[in-house]
């Protein structure tokens, strides 16, 4: 038995796959899902650039084995728009040019998401350490932490 | 060339949403990593876990015999190039006969699926004959120290010093004698800095694709795409024409990505396989075996009269660039006192080998650790003499006019003007808490300029396509599509620029320098006058006029005078629509090699608190000043200034290359080799100056790297303010505090 | 390498036993993934124990908390009563890692993982906590600071494994603390760290502490010599200071590339100070 058969939903959408045992759920998302916005950048947890959430946790997925996605919802950066309307994280980003070279940013708008549902009024600071776990290394996180709050007030309706 | 800096922007200084934006924003953008290609196979690749090594012999006959592995390579498998710099660089990508370093590679599988290639590794058997081993720049400078490369030393070594030291620079001009002769004070500091890494979040990642017909297709993340194709072709022993490079968008790079690593050998992996090979570098192969930048140990003198006058500095440079030669130390050379009107100035730089991996560029190469040295012995004097340390840099700052300490005289420059704001600023008298203290520092980069190519097509409905050859790492498309938009007098949204391959647009050199903004966007205007000129042509044709009284004014041509005739202004969309019938397609074009690029100056102002007990140390408040010349995107200029000053945070506080006595590195990951996260950030607030760079049309100068130069300083005077004895060795961390107070008995 | 996601504790603990390779269980997998990816261990089996019932859950169990060892950091932090009576405890679980690590990381795995600078484990420590073992011949129960044994081994024999930690019923007028000392303000590796647990009777006087000193030896420091500069004392400036003279006497750390042996002593006495401090403060003293 060298692979895995495995039953899980995506983005809304049931998919089955079939993985190694030891295999990543960022690699099944990248390398067998097609699903490449999940982004490898350490793969020890360190810089969060593959943040996903799985069953609306968020979770780095280069630590959570695809085997374990087993009747699971996973949620990805490729699920974030509605369709052609993007969500007001990513909208913001954009305008709050939150973003340099891009490579963070799926980890980053995935794992703000996460915190905006539970926290809708975050202050800057529960921002910066929510985010703590995602490495930016071109902005010095100061457009992403105002692109956040633009995106909370948005959301809240102010 | 005549900036014009009373002209009324339409579109330069606002803030249009980048072109780019909703792909990086959903996923979409396709970065090195994301690319596949029909029966792909996966690269990996074998390093050495010896710091210095003869290679005895390397046995790959069970990896081969492995299911699923197509293919393995060695240094054998690779040619001599006739140039020596390209040379060393394929000697980094894959080890011949020696190891150098710990995270050399020694051979590379390819097979079926990841996995496969990582079992077929394990299954190379090399045997290595251990030599003695360096890896701290003045243990390696000294006598008696283990000689990495005998053939490289410098043509005079001073007494007492090894083969290891390979390059040899001076600058300066006046009587260091006389002017120290002139002081009041004279500091004398010697320093260190650890090498520290780009940090980039995207590895290393390529996919290549050799045809048995010597063509050859590469996709990779890269600053330069032109350059990777040179240092390729002529490692694959190819013409540059049947190698064809696509830049895939890049996840930073900060310089690291201006060089090569498992291009080449994805290239013969695909060579030998007969099909496209994928490599994706693991972040441990990152710190490995990717270029981090100097290390350095530096001694600086400086004099200094009563009232804050420098009458004489000078300063010896000491870096190491990892085993093979570099001349980065060249460029610390020449920015250490580039801020500065010294009436006596000398800096000595020397390279030394030691066994860690070849350096690659990191923003503003040579210059943060070079200045670091110089603005911290100009704080102790500031000090020592009860001066304000602004005052100083105030009192002593280059201007127009100035000789610089590397050689050329300064034209229009913003350093005083950036100082006074600086002054200026309510930061600067901002009320300080408990265990808090201020510093600050002047930083400063030369910009690059260089060989640009840019393209831009009018299509039949008006609007505009650009291809330019520089990949877009931080906004650059919507900044040249911007200068396109105003030349042109056309909105940006009728803009597109897009990132040609190697074979679409004459040669670009790599984004690097800080150049794209300006060179290419100095390429880009002269392309759309180029093609105003062509489309000037056509409505004269029209109207049946002389070329020469048609003028071009907000997207359309007009008669320049009621002379010339009585016409309605002729927009871009009625010229494009006619093109067919006027003389065909309306393009135009630019090739130059950019000169004038125009210096930018910076100075930082950095709030610390250090915790008295454990020396821990936070950044309470940070601002930036920096002279843009003209700022394109104003937020991704702010952007620059503050990614820039981070990096040279966490320079200052934490981040450094640890090896081991056995010459192994100890942090090759993120959980040990510490970037700043954003809790430890306070917002950086950015400053813009915006002093014209005579050099440019719109008066651009580059930002992307003063940036970096002055925050070790900063951060370094903060703290040393702070725990009242003088930091001198980065990153100032904790410990270094601690045995530093200890050492002063505080 | 198998994956099995075992459905019992005994069948957990079976396949764990039965396997003649290296056995692993897969928790919250934050640390044995990254070690898999590196390659410093290849287990021919992983057992996963969240498919496990009651290994997902907080109970309330004798005035005290049982904690399934499958449970999260994010679900613990979300449990409002544990939160107010083991402050010290959570806090220790809940500066492992990131956020994201959080979603996974289990005080078990921190402990099992047996590093000398897990943080989750001095707090525990001082909170009094054990553990209950699952083996191939039934449950056993034994306290937190008997199972790491050296950096990376546990006392757990083939086949044990962690079902649950136990934090009992906290006394009246106690309170816990924990702190670290890293370099950045998160995502590092504690340079050194303290775990104090304070009970006073009802004049403020302290009848009872306990100190676990993290980071400054092969494992958690308990710190009986520590805890007793405290016990009879108000807890006031005179026995903080003998606290920290204490803790830093009592610490035997190395060098390394996080810190240096000198520093490291003396910044576990200032840590043990500080939560020495909050923890008389959480108590009401």
């Given amino acids: 038995m060298s692979t895995i058969h495995v039953s899980t939903t995506i983005n809304g959408a049931p998919t089955d796959f079939v993985c190694e045992h030891d295999e990543t759920l960022l690699d099944v998302l990248r390398n067998r899902i097609g699903l490449t916005g999940s982004k490898e950048g350490c793969s020890s947890g360190d810089c969060g650039a593959c943040s996903v959430t799985v069953n609306g946790r968020l979770v780095c997925s280069c630590l959570v084995l695809g085997a374990e996605a087993q009747d699971a919802e996973v949620h990805t950066i490729e699920g974030m728009a509605d369709g052609p309307t993007l969500h007001p994280l990513q909208k913001a980003f954009i305008e709050h040019a939150a973003l340099q070279c891009g490579f963070c940013t799926p980890g980053i708008l995935v794992a703000a998401e996460a915190l905006l549902k539970e926290k809708p009024e975050p202050t800057d600071e529960e921002v910066r350490y929510w985010l703590a776990g995602n490495l930016c290394r071109c902005t010095g996180y100061d457009k992403i932490v105002r692109a956040v709050q633009a995106a909370a007030a948005e959301m809240r309706g102010v | 060339?005549?900036?014009?800096?009373?002209?009324?922007?339409?579109?330069?200084?606002?803030?249009?949403?980048?072109?780019?934006?909703?792909?990086?924003?959903?996923?979409?953008?396709?970065?090195?990593?994301?690319?596949?290609?029909?029966?792909?196979?996966?690269?990996?690749?074998?390093?050495?876990?010896?710091?210095?090594?003869?290679?005895?012999?390397?046995?790959?006959?069970?990896?081969?015999?492995?299911?699923?592995?197509?293919?393995?390579?060695?240094?054998?498998?690779?040619?001599?190039?006739?140039?020596?710099?390209?040379?060393?660089?394929?000697?980094?990508?894959?080890?011949?006969?020696?190891?150098?370093?710990?995270?050399?590679?020694?051979?590379?599988?390819?097979?079926?699926?990841?996995?496969?290639?990582?079992?077929?590794?394990?299954?190379?058997?090399?045997?290595?004959?251990?030599?003695?081993?360096?890896?701290?720049?003045?243990?390696?400078?000294?006598?008696?120290?283990?000689?990495?490369?005998?053939?490289?030393?410098?043509?005079?070594?001073?007494?007492?010093?090894?083969?290891?030291?390979?390059?040899?620079?001076?600058?300066?001009?006046?009587?260091?004698?006389?002017?120290?002769?002139?002081?009041?004070?004279?500091?004398?500091?010697?320093?260190?800095?650890?090498?520290?890494?780009?940090?980039?979040?995207?590895?290393?990642?390529?996919?290549?694709?050799?045809?048995s017909d010597g063509r050859a297709d590469l996709w990779c993340c890269t600053q330069g795409h032109?350059?990777?194709?040179?240092?390729?072709?002529?490692?694959?022993?190819?013409?540059?024409?049947?190698?064809?490079?696509?830049?895939?968008?890049?996840?930073?790079?900060?310089?690291?990505?201006?060089?090569?690593?498992?291009?080449?050998?994805?290239?013969?992996?695909?060579?030998?396989?007969?099909?496209?090979?994928?490599?994706?570098?693991?972040?441990?192969?990152?710190?490995?075996?990717?270029?981090?930048?100097?290390?350095?140990?530096?001694?600086?003198?400086?004099?200094?009269?009563?009232?804050?006058?420098?009458?004489?500095?000078?300063?010896?440079?000491?870096?190491?660039?990892?085993?093979?030669?570099?001349?980065?130390?060249?460029?610390?050379?020449?920015?250490?006192?580039?801020?500065?009107?010294?009436?006596?100035?000398?800096?000595?730089?020397?390279?030394?080998?030691?066994?860690?991996?070849?350096?690659?560029?990191?923003?503003?190469?040579?210059?943060?650790?070079?200045?670091?040295?110089?603005?911290?012995?100009?704080?102790?004097?500031?000090?020592?003499?009860?001066?304000?340390?602004?005052?100083?840099?105030?009192?002593?700052?280059?201007?127009?006019?100035?000789?610089?300490?590397?050689?050329?005289?300064?034209?229009?420059?913003?350093?005083?003007?950036?100082?006074?704001?600086?002054?200026?600023?309510?930061?600067?008298?901002?009320?300080?808490?408990?265990?808090?203290?201020?510093?600050?520092?002047?930083?400063?980069?030369?910009?690059?300029?260089?060989?640009?190519?840019?393209?831009?097509?009018?299509?039949?409905?008006?609007?505009?396509?650009?291809?330019?050859?520089?990949?877009?790492?931080?906004?650059?498309?919507?900044?040249?599509?911007?200068?396109?938009?105003?030349?042109?007098?056309?909105?940006?949204?009728?803009?597109?620029?897009?990132?040609?391959?190697?074979?679409?647009?004459?040669?670009?050199?790599?984004?690097?320098?800080?150049?794209?903004?300006?060179?290419?966007?100095?390429?880009?205007?002269?392309?759309?006058?180029?093609?105003?000129?062509?489309?000037?042509?056509?409505?004269?044709?029209?109207?049946?006029?002389?070329?020469?009284?048609?003028?071009?004014?907000?997207?359309?041509?007009?008669?320049?005078?009621?002379?010339?005739?009585?016409?309605?202004?002729?927009?871009?969309?009625?010229?494009?629509?006619?093109?067919?019938?006027?003389?065909?397609?309306?393009?135009?074009?630019?090739?130059?090699?950019?000169?004038?690029?125009?210096?930018?100056?910076?100075?930082?102002?950095?709030?610390?608190?250090?915790?008295?007990?454990?020396?821990?140390?936070?950044?309470?408040?940070?601002?930036?000043?920096?002279d843009a010349g003209k700022a394109v995107h104003p937020s991704y200029v702010e952007g620059q200034m503050q990614g820039g000053a981070v990096q040279g945070i966490g320079w200052a506080l934490n981040e450094e290359y640890i090896y081991g006595a056995d010459g192994r590195l100890q942090n090759a990951g993120f959980l040990d080799y510490r970037i700043p996260v954003a809790s430890d950030l306070p917002m950086i607030d950015a400053v813009i100056l915006e002093i014209p760079n005579p050099g440019h049309p719109y008066g651009v100068r580059g930002v992307g790297e003063t940036g970096i130069v002055p925050p070790l300083a900063a951060v370094a005077n903060a703290v040393t303010r702070a725990v009242g004895t003088r930091m001198t060795d980065l990153p100032i961390s904790p410990p270094k505090i601690m045995a530093a107070k200890a050492a002063a008995g505080k | 390498m198998r994956y099995v996601a075992a459905t019992t504790a005994e069948e957990a603990s079976a396949l764990l036993a039965a396997e003649t390779g290296l056995a692993k269980v897969l928790g919250g997998g934050t640390d044995i993934l990254v070690q898999m990816r590196a390659g410093m261990v290849e287990p021919a089996l992983l057992v996963d124990i969240k498919k496990i019932p009651g290994l997902r859950e907080i109970k309330s169990e004798a005035g005290g908390f049982r904690i399934g060892a499958g449970v999260s950091g994010a679900e613990l932090m979300r449990h409002s009563a544990f939160a107010t009576t083991w402050p010290g405890a959570l806090e220790g679980f809940n500066l492992i890692g990131s956020t994201q690590v959080q979603g996974r990381a289990t005080m078990a795995g921190n402990l099992c993982n047996a590093s000398p600078a897990g943080d989750a484990v001095p707090g525990l420590v001082a909170a009094g906590a054990t553990v209950r073992i699952q083996g191939p011949k039934g449950q056993r129960d034994c306290p937190i600071e008997d199972v790491p044994v050296s950096p990376g081994k546990t006392s757990l024999a083939k086949g044990e494994f962690i079902t649950s930690i136990f934090l009992p019923a906290k006394p009246a007028r106690t309170g816990d603390a924990y702190l670290r000392f890293i370099p950045r303000t998160e995502m590092d590796i504690a340079v050194a760290s303290a775990g104090v647990c304070l009970t006073f009777d009802a004049s403020g006087t302290c009848t009872a502490a306990r100190v676990a000193l993290g980071a400054v030896a092969p494992t958690v420091i308990v710190a009986h010599d520590a805890a007793k500069t405290l016990i009879g004392t108000k807890v006031d400036a005179a026995a903080l200071d003998a606290l920290q003279a204490a803790a830093t006497a009592l610490a035997r750390p190395i060098s390394d590339k996080r810190g240096t042996a000198d520093y490291r002593r003396e910044t576990v006495g200032v840590l043990a100070r500080r939560a020495a401090q909050i923890a008389k403060t959480r108590a009401g003293a």
């Avoid at chain 2, 310089?255 to 693991?282: C, D, F, H, N, Q």
């Avoid at chain 2, 730089?349 to 100009?378: C, D, H, M, Q």
């Avoid at chain 2, 060179?519 to 020469?548: E, F, N, S, Y």
């Avoid at chain 2, 359309?556 to 002379?563: E, I, L, Q, V, Y």
Wanted: glycine share 10%.
């Fill in chain 2, 226 to 626: 032109y350059h990777v194709r040179d240092l390729c072709a002529q490692i694959m022993g190819m013409e540059a024409a049947q190698l064809r490079v696509t830049a895939s968008e890049i996840g930073g790079g900060f310089g690291g990505k201006t060089s090569i690593y498992v291009e080449p050998v994805a290239l013969m992996l695909s060579k030998k396989s007969g099909r496209p090979v994928k490599m994706v570098m693991s972040r441990e192969e990152v710190f490995r075996a990717t270029g981090p930048t100097i290390s350095s140990s530096m001694d600086v003198k400086i004099g200094m009269t009563k009232d804050g006058r420098m009458t004489a500095g000078q300063a010896v440079i000491r870096a190491s660039g990892g085993a093979w030669p570099s001349g980065t130390m060249e460029m610390g050379a020449q920015a250490a006192f580039a801020c500065y009107d010294m009436p006596a100035v000398k800096t000595i730089g020397w390279n030394v080998l030691t066994n860690r991996p070849k350096e690659s560029a990191y923003r503003a190469p040579g210059a943060p650790t070079a200045i670091f040295g110089v603005e911290s012995v100009i704080d102790e004097m500031s000090q020592k003499l009860g001066l304000d340390p602004l005052e100083v840099r105030i009192l002593n700052a280059a201007d127009a006019g100035t000789l610089s300490s590397y050689g050329p005289t300064f034209n229009q420059i913003g350093l005083k003007a950036t100082l006074e704001a600086a002054k200026n600023h309510p930061h600067y008298k901002a009320p300080l808490g408990p265990n808090q203290a201020r510093g600050l520092s002047c930083g400063f980069w030369f910009n690059f300029g260089g060989n640009t190519s840019v393209s831009l097509a009018v299509n039949t409905d008006g609007t505009v396509n650009i291809t330019e050859g520089n990949p877009d790492i931080g906004g650059s498309r919507a900044s040249i599509g911007m200068m396109a938009a105003e030349e042109l007098g056309i909105p940006f949204a009728d803009v597109r620029t897009i990132i040609g391959d190697t074979a679409s647009i004459g040669h670009n050199d790599t984004t690097d320098g800080s150049r794209v903004t300006f060179a290419v966007g100095l390429a880009t205007i002269r392309a759309a006058r180029d093609a105003i000129q062509k489309m000037c042509h056509r409505a004269a044709q029209i109207w049946d006029i002389d070329p020469d009284a048609v003028e071009w004014e907000d997207g359309a041509a007009k008669p320049s005078g009621p002379n010339a005739g009585q016409f309605p202004p002729m927009t871009i969309k009625e010229i494009a629509a006619n093109a067919f019938r006027t003389g065909g397609p309306i393009a135009g074009h630019h090739e130059v090699n950019a000169d004038g690029a125009g210096v930018s100056f910076g100075v930082h102002i950095a709030d610390v608190e250090v915790d008295p007990e454990t020396a821990h140390t936070l950044i309470k408040r940070y601002t930036v000043f920096q």
């Fill in chain 2, 1 to 211: 060339m005549t900036t014009d800096t009373k002209r009324n922007f339409k579109v330069v200084g606002t803030r249009p949403n980048r072109p780019d934006g909703v792909d990086k924003v959903t996923g979409r953008a396709m970065y090195g990593a994301d690319a596949t290609a029909p029966g792909m196979l996966w690269g990996k690749v074998l390093r050495s876990p010896h710091p210095h090594a003869e290679i005895v012999s390397i046995d790959t006959s069970e990896a081969m015999k492995l299911p699923g592995v197509q293919a393995v390579v060695t240094g054998a498998d690779f040619g001599d190039p006739e140039s020596l710099f390209v040379s060393d660089v394929q000697e980094h990508c894959m080890a011949k006969d020696r190891v150098y370093y710990d995270g050399h590679a020694v051979a590379a599988v390819a097979a079926t699926s990841a996995s496969t290639a990582a079992k077929a590794l394990k299954l190379i058997k090399i045997v290595y004959k251990p030599l003695p081993h360096v890896t701290d720049v003045d243990a390696a400078f000294a006598h008696g120290a283990p000689v990495i490369m005998h053939h490289r030393a410098f043509e005079i070594l001073p007494p007492g010093t090894s083969a290891n030291a390979t390059n040899f620079c001076e600058f300066g001009h006046g009587d260091l004698h006389e002017g120290f002769a002139k002081a009041d004070l004279i500091v004398e500091r010697s320093f260190r800095t650890a090498a520290t890494h780009q940090g980039y979040i995207e590895p290393n990642a390529c996919l290549a694709s050799y045809s």
